[in-house]
Structure formats: structure tokens, C-alpha cells
């Protein structure tokens, strides 16, 4: 069998890397050791991993803190396994996920590999709506793990594995403190290596619990796509356009009301199909009814990230940057 080296940032984060550590234990495949990297946490998850340390074959390092980047990096460079495996602290995983991977890359070897998420029974319905937002065909086309084309899959870091030569190789994750998983994703491509999309590798994905905190981790996701640009050329897509699109013809429309309520229209017709798509999947009226509300903030916030970083970094030419670098795992 193919040995996994699981490697997993955490900061300030127990009781969410108790559950994560506990869907870990109940794996029907064992093949992996647990690398966790404790990124100058105040609030440390040594109890708990002493707690797994009999089911599970785990390490456990304190480091200053840095990021979720370079910690990855700092796990990788003491990991043993053949793969190494990214989660998020506030990943759960399903039971069958590593047999599921395992037989897969034994059968079709690529060098890196990601999953989708999803959202678990037991979330809250806003945690429900964000995933869906995050998810859905009509707020981001569909492309985190619903692609056709599993070959041109970008993994991202929640649930996202590659060899250990595509870590020596490329040296593992840069110093961008935002999407540094996607640029991860493109040097891994631009030198040479396979990657894949393996639909049923999907994990449970907690992302943020409230709305202000989304909101925060969008826009700094649409500042992201920007720097991304400057390293990456040709990674802009039109689809990254969008929610700028988005918001800009949302304001209009807000403007346009004061002359006529039916400007508000269009607004209406796609509150409306997000509402029943979001119930045809989450068959639940409150998760459909927050799902306008994640959705809206979803493409508004990207939207005003982009506009801002595009103004700074493309029009007045300064350097990358990032907001929210205070409270970045807040």
C-alpha cells in the first residue's frame, strides 16, 4: 500500500483538530502517519494529540507562528510517507477516504491529486449556505471539484496531496499568505507534473462559521487572484472576472431602483434561482434562504477584493499585499 504522510497546520484550533483527528482514527485504510504543525498557537493542541497518540502514529511540532504555508512546508520536510496529504484544521474526513485515494493512485499514479468538499449533516445551516455558495454552478461555475476534465484540476489545500519529489522539486508552498494553495497547484503544472481530480477523495469542509468571517476570507481571496496574476500570467480566467461584474452591475441596479422598483428585478430572478437550487440540494428552506445571503456576499466580497487589487497592483503598479493580516485564522 502507498503511504500517506498527512500533514495538517493548526492555530489555535483544538477542538476542531479533535474532530478532525477522531475522522482520522476511524479510517477503514491505516496507511498514514499524522504530522501536525502547531503554528505558535496561545491555545495548544497538545492534550489532544496526546490523546490520539495510541490510535494514531502522530507528530507533533510547536513552531513560530508563519502561516498555514510554511507550516505545510515545515511538516512536509519531516514527513516519511510516499504522498503528502494537505487537510485543514477544520476538515472532517470521511471513513473511506484514504482507501478510496489509495486504490485510486495505485491504479493511475499522477503526482498530485485533490478532492472536493462538501458539507456534513451536522453543520449549521450557515455553514450549510457558505458551502453551498462556495460550491454552486451559479456563484463559481462549479469548478471546485465539479469539473469534467479531471486532468485540469487545481487541488487546493483542504484537501489536496502530492509526492514527495513534486515538494523537492518545486520546494513546497510559497510565502504568499493568501492563495498560496493555488499557486502551489500551478507551479506543480508548470513543472510538468500530473495532477487529477479524484471526485469521490471529497472531505467535510467546516470553512467559516459566520458570515463576517466569510466575508473576510472571500475578499481576501479576491485580493489573492490578483497576486496570483503577477506570478502566474496565464491564470486569469474570464470566469475570475465575474464577481467583479457581479457587484459592479448589483450597484447599478440599486442606483437604477430610485428611478423604477423594476431595476431590482434581475436581482430578484437570481436570489430566486439560488433559492431553489440551494433546496433542491440542501432540502432545507433556511439553509435555501441564508444561501442568497452567503451567495451575495460571496460574489460582493471577491468582487471588491479583485476591483481593490486590481487598482493597486495593475493601474498603480505597487506590490503584493493582503488585508486582514491581524486576525488572518480569525
Do not use: W
Request: proline content about 4%.
Amino acid at each position: 500500500m502507498i503511504k500517506f504522510s498527512v500533514i495538517i497546520p493548526v492555530y489555535n484550533r483544538p477542538d476542531e483538530l479533535k474532530e478532525l483527528l477522531e475522522s482520522l482514527k476511524n479510517q477503514t485504510a491505516k496507511n498514514f502517519e499524522v504530522v501536525i504543525v502547531e503554528d505558535g498557537s496561545t491555545l495548544k493542541s497538545d492534550s489532544i494529540v496526546k490523546d490520539y497518540q495510541i490510535d494514531l502514529n502522530i507528530k507533533y511540532f510547536f513552531k513560530t507562528n508563519s502561516g498555514p504555508g510554511q507550516s505545510r512546508n515545515y511538516g512536509s520536510e519531516r514527513a516519511e510517507g510516499d504522498y503528502h496529504v494537505f487537510f485543514d484544521s477544520d476538515c472532517i474526513i470521511p471513513e473511506r477516504y484514504f482507501e478510496i485515494v489509495n486504490k485510486r493512485l495505485s491504479e493511475e499514479p499522477v503526482d498530485a491529486y485533490g478532492g472536493p468538499d462538501m458539507a456534513h449533516p451536522d453543520f449549521t445551516p450557515i455553514q450549510k449556505s457558505i458551502n453551498y455558495s462556495m460550491t454552486s454552478f451559479f456563484t463559481t461555475g462549479g469548478i471546485r471539484g465539479g469539473m469534467k476534465d479531471e486532468k485540469k484540476f487545481h487541488p487546493r489545500s483542504f484537501n489536496m496531496g502530492f509526492t514527495k519529489e513534486v515538494f523537492e522539486k518545486t520546494k513546497g508552498f510559497s510565502k504568499m499568505r493568501f492563495g498560496e494553495d493555488v499557486d502551489m497547484s500551478l507551479r506543480i503544472i508548470e513543472n510538468n507534473f500530473s495532477t487529477t481530480l479524484i471526485k469521490d477523495a471529497a472531505v467535510y469542509h467546516k470553512r467559516r462559521v459566520d458570515f463576517k468571517k466569510f466575508f473576510k476570507q472571500v475578499y481576501n481571496s479576491g485580493i489573492a487572484r490578483i497576486n496570483l496574476y503577477k506570478r502566474h500570467p496565464q491564470s486569469l480566467k474570464i470566469v475570475h472576472f465575474l464577481p467583479a461584474s457581479f457587484l459592479s452591475g448589483t450597484i447599478l441596479l440599486l442606483l437604477l431602483s430610485f428611478v423604477s422598483i423594476y431595476f431590482l428585478t434581475p436581482l430578484g430572478l437570481f436570489a430566486l434561482i439560488i433559492f431553489f437550487d440551494s433546496l433542491r440540494l440542501n432540502k432545507n428552506v433556511k439553509v435555501a434562504l441564508l444561501s442568497i445571503v452567503s451567495s451575495f456576499i460571496q460574489l460582493s466580497a471577491y468582487g471588491i477584493g479583485f476591483i481593490k487589487s486590481f487598482i493597486k497592483r495593475l493601474i498603480f503598479g505597487q506590490g503584493e499585499f493582503h488585508a486582514y493580516k491581524k486576525n488572518f485564522y480569525k
